[in-house]
């Protein structure tokens, strides 16, 4: 019958009908039975364009087998745009010359230059290929080029090449080489760690703030970037805990966060820079200098960056007293840490030691802290002096934010700052500067009310006299 078979195809009992197919060459089987038994993976480690500008050679160690005229997959698993393309290995260069199979090991494959713009990291794969294999190949590919051949000496050029997710990679396998292989106690040698480590965490903030988007991890039980700190145990029995950290990361490592954080008291959410770029850095300005975040954890904890590297301190040195803003970063920190801890989190003698543990601090700081009272009146109201006093004028009606509290007694709402108070009450109106210890006689205190009551604190009497007595002990200690 020539190049075609003609075969049956039962359409009904009684009907059949006549298919014809193409019969495949002998060339073809032979290359559909060798692309069978072709499966690898390869990780990028360097890429060679060829004299003739039409082929490029990637450079990598393969783990499988391959196969010429095979068609294969390759993608950059560290880019925030996960492209998947098909591309044809035209040639396999081993150290001994041109092949036309390889059985894995140091390998060159000869690709089209036209397909894409080639870049260390990029994955090639078979279709049979596990997402773990091709992230750990990824990996090993850019630790291999960067650090163990480049020793992270590194040109402008290359720097810009790499994602945010291939810095925090680099970095994190550089921390634990220094760590675990490159053990060198030498003043000499801990002076250049420390200048590549620098080096890699400046790359990394910078990248951070020019993304488009980052995810933050947030708590759905404060509705704010989830606090992450570790507490620990010191040698004469007393705790301490870790400065906490939000954690960020990219769009390449979604799915995996995903996974790690699917506890509902936890969710994922999108961070927009914005047109102006500016969206990422007042949302770190937030997370820092008013909710009291210390850093930011991109992508593991092993490679966290302070808050003054992301964002540096507001500076209010030459602000007149009165002018500047009331904030609380320190007060509101332990309440976020208290507030997102689940009730079966402070069941178990762990939890309740944790939760103590953050009680004790946020008594301190509740006592000496300066809240806002919004003030609502019929008429304006005049600036404060420079000492925080107002002289109002006879007539004018004044309204707190007084709500039924608890044990028959009123509550006055009080804020933090005055992003709070303006998702409550909006930017009109103004408000007074006044402490719980001048109100707590005459009103219970219900700071941060609002959508996420656990993000607050309610505060009775009785427990305001309990926090001073924590504050006084602490302060003890202290001395």
Same mark, same amino acid.
């Given at each position: ?298 992508? !593991? $904890?092993?490679?966290?960056? /302070?808050? #003054?590297?992301?964002? *540096? ?7 007149? %007293? =009165? ?61 404060? !002096? $420079?000492?925080?006093?107002? /002289?109002? #004028?006879?007539?004018? *009606? ?7 509290? %608890? =044990? ?72």
């Amino acid at each position: 019958m020539g190049l075609f078979d003609r075969i049956s195809k039962k359409k009904s009992d009684e009907v059949e009908e006549e298919v014809v197919v193409a019969a495949k060459t002998p060339e073809e089987l032979k290359r559909e039975q060798k692309a069978k038994s072709s499966s690898f993976v390869m990780g990028v480690e360097q890429v060679l364009p060829e004299e003739n500008g039409k082929t490029v050679l990637l450079i990598g160690k393969m783990d499988g087998a391959a196969i010429v005229d095979s068609k294969v997959f390759i993608t950059s698993p560290g880019s925030d745009t996960k492209v998947e393309k098909e591309i044809t290995i035209l040639g396999i260069v081993e150290e001994d010359g041109e092949k036309n199979a390889t059985a894995g090991g140091s390998v060159g494959i000869r690709v089209s230059a036209s397909d894409k713009e080639y870049r260390i990291g990029d994955v090639v794969y078979t279709e049979d290929v596990a997402l773990e294999s091709k992230v750990h190949s990824y990996v090993k590919a850019l630790t291999n080029a960067y650090v163990a051949d480049k020793g992270l000496q590194l040109t402008r050029e290359e720097v810009d090449k790499l994602s945010t997710t291939d810095v925090e990679e680099i970095w994190r396998f550089y921390a634990w080489f220094i760590r675990e292989i490159e053990k060198d106690d030498s003043e000499e040698k801990q002076k250049e760690q420390s200048v590549k480590i620098s080096m890699l965490g400046n790359t990394l903030c910078r990248k951070i703030m020019q993304s488009d988007y980052i995810y933050c991890v947030f708590s759905t039980l404060t509705g704010e970037p989830y606090m992450l700190s570790r507490t620990v145990k010191n040698e004469d029995g007393s705790f301490m805990c870790t400065a906490p950290n939000v954690r960020v990361f990219t769009e390449a490592y979604k799915e995996r966060m995903e996974e790690i954080f699917k506890d509902d008291k936890y969710v994922i959410k999108k961070i927009e820079n914005g047109e102006n770029k500016q969206g990422i850095y007042n949302f770190f300005g937030t997370v820092f200098y008013l909710n009291g975040a210390a850093g930011v954890e991109i992508i !593991s $904890e092993d490679t966290a960056v /302070t808050a #003054a590297s992301l964002v *540096k301190a507001p500076d209010f040195s030459n602000v007149p %007293k =009165n002018s500047i803003p009331v904030t609380n970063p320190n007060l509101v920190r332990w309440m976020l840490l208290m507030g997102q801890l689940k009730d079966e989190d402070v069941q178990n003698e762990d939890g309740r030691i944790i939760y103590s543990l953050y009680y004790n601090f946020l008594s301190v700081e509740a006592v000496k802290a300066k809240f806002l009272v919004p003030i609502h009146s019929n008429k304006d109201l005049p600036a404060a !002096s $420079e000492e925080g006093r107002m /002289t109002i #004028a006879a007539g004018t *009606k004044i309204a707190l934010p007084v709500v039924e509290g %608890k =044990n028959g007694r009123k509550a006055i709402r009080l804020f933090t700052d005055w992003r709070h108070l303006y998702n409550e009450f909006g930017d009109k109106g103004g408000a007074a500067v006044e402490t719980i210890d001048s109100l707590i006689s005459s009103f219970d205190c219900a700071i941060n009310l609002g959508q996420f009551p656990r993000a607050g604190r309610y505060i009775s009497l009785s427990v305001f006299n309990e926090m001073e007595e924590i504050a006084e002990k602490m302060d003890r200690v202290k001395a």
